[in-house]
């Protein structure tokens, strides 16, 4: 029965943060146009605000997602995520509804202060598995993820003819259906017998009660350099090829349907593939090499068949997603997890205040410059960030893995 109850609430896991996804990747492609429908300013100048939303999002998430994290180990992962979801209920909602930029960022405060879905889900996943089973389940859930990446914006390619608010309110309702998932067939997955006292960490304590572990100080390091250099494609990209390829809502959705496409064939058929003949220690190795030439190869890319390459290449990186998540995850103990998850969250929530401005900032003086492809000089910075952490990242999965050989 125990069993039965478990694979239940994987289900509605892997289901909960499918929708969540969508949502997300849903309006992503057209925060753009929506900025220009408020602002009535240029694609670069927009940029610039799109980076200030962003960071304000990231500004609450850095301070409330390892609280959210502790929260989740004392009363276990189905009320934070209720609270999550109904937070980016109301987030999609007033994006909707808005008319100026108030109340677009009074969003992203709602969102950020309760978005913590993920490392939740994350944990839970921890909560049901074992060693053997850990890194197949978050190779599950990443696949979700990237199959939202691909339904999201392909529904919003459809949604976005109706009307540039559309899709913020299909979002809205894809949300409300994961709240009610979660409500009613999601099972708690830490037993009271495993919950720890909660201790209210700040954002940096966390990361340094964790350490204590030899095989993650290296990890750490990498995490930090790799979260800061993600923030730059993750935000410069709707822009980007606005500007770069002047693709309308559309055509910048179906390349988010690409990427996803991409990255959940990396997820459920390359890794299997590359495992044969690479080890669970080589495997991250080879998704960060491909991910530096995947973002250099975006910014030189001139043509249309040329950034489609690019993409496919970038896209497979994700190969590297559930190992390291696995590997993090088994250097410390079960009532740990959701204070885990919540440590690296809030590396990533770090770069997620300074990264989205950093990189909107770079982009804002560099799409100036006289030389060529000068637009897509601040993703070859990232590319040259993410093969620094080459260095980090082989010494801290030599030490990680040897740990369990």
């Known amino acids: 029965m125990q069993k039965k109850t478990l694979s239940l609430s994987f289900i509605c896991l892997l289901i ?15 925060i753009p146009s929506l900025l220009e429908s408020v602002t009535h300013e240029s694609v670069v100048d927009n940029a610039l605000i799109g980076g200030w939303l962003l960071a304000t999002f990231g500004i609450m998430q850095f301070i409330f997602a390892p609280v959210m994290g502790a929260i989740s180990d004392k009363f276990g992962r189905k009320p934070v995520l209720i609270v999550c979801f109904a937070a980016f209920t109301l987030d999609y909602f007033l994006y909707a509804i808005s008319q100026n930029l108030y109340l677009l960022f009074l969003a992203r405060i709602i969102a950020g202060v309760a978005g913590s879905s993920v490392i939740v889900s994350l944990a839970s996943v921890a909560d049901m598995s074992d060693e053997k089973s850990k890194m197949q389940n978050y190779g599950f ?7 939202g990446l691909v339904i999201g914006p392909a529904i919003s390619a459809v949604a976005v003819q109706s009307g540039i608010r559309v899709p913020f309110y299909v979002a809205a309702i894809f949300s409300l259906l994961g709240l009610l998932c979660i409500i009613f067939f999601f099972k708690e997955t830490l037993p009271k ?9 700040n954002p940096f304590s966390s990361v340094a009660y964790f350490l204590k572990y030899k095989g993650l100080y290296h990890l750490f390091i990498v995490q930090i350099l790799f979260m800061f250099a993600t923030q730059f494609s993750i935000t410069l990209w709707p822009f980007f090829t606005k500007y770069r390829f002047t693709w309308n809502d559309s055509q910048i959705a179906t390349s988010f349907v690409i990427l996803g496409l991409g990255a959940l064939f990396a997820q459920t058929v390359l890794l299997k593939l590359v495992r044969y003949v690479l080890s669970d220690r080589q495997v991250p190795l ?4 491909l991910f530096a030439l995947g973002l250099t190869c975006i910014a030189l890319s001139n043509t249309t068949l040329a950034i489609y390459m690019s993409m ?7 190969i590297s997603n559930s190992s390291i998540v696995s590997i993090f995850s088994s250097q410390v103990a079960d009532s740990e997890q959701g204070q885990l998850m919540g440590a690296l969250s809030s590396i990533t929530n770090f770069w997620a205040v300074l990264g989205p401005v950093c990189a909107t900032s770079m982009y804002y003086f560099t799409v100036s410059l006289p030389l060529p492809n000068s637009d897509g000089y601040p993703f070859i910075f990232s590319a040259i960030l993410v093969l620094i952490c080459l260095i980090p990242l082989s010494t801290g999965l030599k030490i990680a893995t040897s740990k369990h050989n």
């Open 312 to 318: 496919m290449i970038y896209s497979f990186s994700s």
């Open 16 to 30: 909960t943060v499918f929708l969540d996804q969508i949502g997300l990747f849903l309006i992503y492609p057209i």
């Open 286 to 289: 080879l998704g960060f090499i």
């Open 193 to 201: 017998e495993k919950r720890r006292a909660f201790k209210l960490d």
């Open 141 to 147: 859930i990443f696949g979700v993820m990237s199959l």
